[in-house]
């Protein structure tokens, strides 16, 4: 039996339950998914990879460590929105709209950034290895390593 409690307390003591609580909210997911448009949503830890968001209204969404390696946010307004520390890996951000956003973190490597506007960002430790920032806005933006992209002088 004390084997039992103390299988039953292992997760808790290592904040599994803290983990599932700061999840991304699930109709929060869904209404993107169908609407394209999330503002303010609770989008943490999202699993979005290779998703189609062209155009998504994301203004001041949270997403904290989202996996968005892959997907198509062409156009998309994530003005003032936590990207921090997400997985954008080879993302299409062309023509984004990432003003005051906070990117620390994130994985931006091999990212189309082409024109997107990114001024007054945070980038501190972003990735953009490989990344396209032709005519991207920078004016303002703290941070980053643009070690390796394309379009950064």
Same mark, same amino acid.
């Given at each position: 039996?004390?084997?039992?409690?103390?299988?039953?307390?292992?997760?808790?003591?290592?904040?599994?339950?803290?983990?599932?609580?700061?999840?991304?909210?699930?109709?929060?997911?869904?209404?993107?998914?169908?609407?394209?448009?999330?503002?303010?949503?609770?989008?943490?830890?999202?699993?979005?990879?290779?998703?189609?968001?062209?155009?998504?209204?994301?203004?001041?969404?949270? $997403?904290? *460590? @989202?996996? /968005?390696? =892959? !997907?198509? #946010?062409?156009? +998309?307004?994530?003005? %003032? &929105?936590?990207?921090?520390?997400?997985?954008?890996?080879?993302?299409?951000?062309?023509?984004?709209? $990432?003003? *005051? @956003?906070? /990117?620390? =973190? !994130?994985? #931006?490597?091999? +990212?189309?950034?082409? %024109? &997107?506007?990114?001024?007054?960002?945070?980038?501190?430790?972003?990735?953009?290895?490989?990344?396209? $920032?032709?005519? @991207?806005? /920078?004016? =303002? !933006?703290?941070?980053?390593?643009?070690?390796?992209?394309?379009?950064?002088?």
């Amino acid at each position: 039996m004390k084997k039992l409690i103390v299988l039953f307390l292992i997760p808790f003591m290592l904040g599994w339950p803290n983990r599932l609580s700061l999840a991304a909210n699930r109709v929060h997911v869904q209404k993107l998914k169908k609407t394209k448009k999330c503002i303010r949503c609770n989008l943490k830890y999202a699993a979005l990879n290779g998703a189609r968001l062209i155009r998504a209204r994301l203004r001041g969404a949270n $997403l904290y *460590r @989202a996996k /968005l390696k =892959g !997907a198509s #946010l062409r156009s +998309a307004d994530l003005r %003032g &929105a936590n990207l921090s520390h997400a997985d954008l890996r080879r993302a299409n951000l062309r023509s984004a709209k $990432l003003y *005051r @956003a906070n /990117l620390s =973190g !994130a994985n #931006l490597r091999g +990212a189309n950034l082409r %024109g &997107a506007d990114l001024r007054k960002a945070n980038l501190r430790g972003t990735k953009f290895k490989g990344a396209n $920032l032709r005519g @991207a806005k /920078l004016k =303002g !933006a703290r941070g980053g390593n643009f070690k390796g992209a394309k379009g950064v002088k």
